[in-house]
Nanobody, 125 residues
């Protein structure tokens, strides 16, 4: 069973920035299509960004231009950097993963087999 360990969530003021990190236990990040989802209070989970093969990245419209998903292969870490945060970005952010070949690497919450425990991001106005 793959475990995904997130960190980096915090409380920030609007306009601030954060960098979330995710490490898969005992496996290389390159074994997976990986990404980030979030769940805001009272809302459904929604995709934020995914890191596809060949370095292709995909972003949800609501964070496009304000977020960057990246990998550090040497450290085996997946990152999500967010800037110009807004109160509506307040949510629990989840790292997700699925093995290559287990469907396309898209922002489809039902297609990811592995989920982290989540890290809280709170943005105050």
């Amino acid at each position: 069973q793959v475990q995904l360990v997130e960190s980096g969530g915090d409380s920030v003021q609007a306009g601030g920035s954060l960098r979330l990190s995710c490490v898969p236990s005992e496996e290389s990040i390159n074994n997976f299509c990986m990404g980030w989802f979030r769940r805001a209070p009272g809302k459904e989970r929604e995709g934020v960004a995914v890191f596809d093969s060949g370095g292709i990245t995909r972003y949800a419209e609501f964070l496009k231009g304000r977020s960057t998903i990246s990998k550090d292969n040497a450290k085996n870490i997946l990152y999500l950097e967010m800037i110009n945060l807004k109160p509506e970005d307040t949510a629990v952010y989840y790292c997700v993963a699925k093995r290559w070949g287990d469907g396309p690497c898209l922002l489809d919450k039902d297609s990811f087999r592995y989920w982290g425990q989540g890290t809280q991001v709170t943005v105050s106005s």
